[in-house]
């Protein structure tokens, strides 16, 4: 199972490992974005059950502001 880039991380459950590689941004709006999957999660579907063998890995957006130069 392949995340879908761009949703949001907290929101993702399971099938996805904790400890994503964390990617910098200066746009708010990504913040806690999947921007990649590393490593697709693999799921068996059984019975009524799924039983996750590996979480995926992904790298997330996380928002840094970044600090004004000042030229005084």
Do not use: C, H, M
């Not at 392949?2 to 996805?16: F, K, L, N, V």
Request: charged share 30%; hydrophobic share 40%; glycine share 6%.
């Amino acid at each position: 199972i392949y995340p879908q880039i761009d949703s949001d991380y907290r929101e993702a459950g399971p099938e996805i490992a904790d400890d994503p590689v964390l990617v910098t941004t200066d746009d708010s709006l990504l913040d806690f974005k999947i921007a990649s999957v590393e490593l697709p999660a693999y799921v068996i579907n059984g019975e009524g059950d799924r039983e996750i063998l590996i979480a995926a890995r992904v790298s997330v957006y996380r928002f840094e502001e970044q600090e004004g130069i000042s030229n005084d």
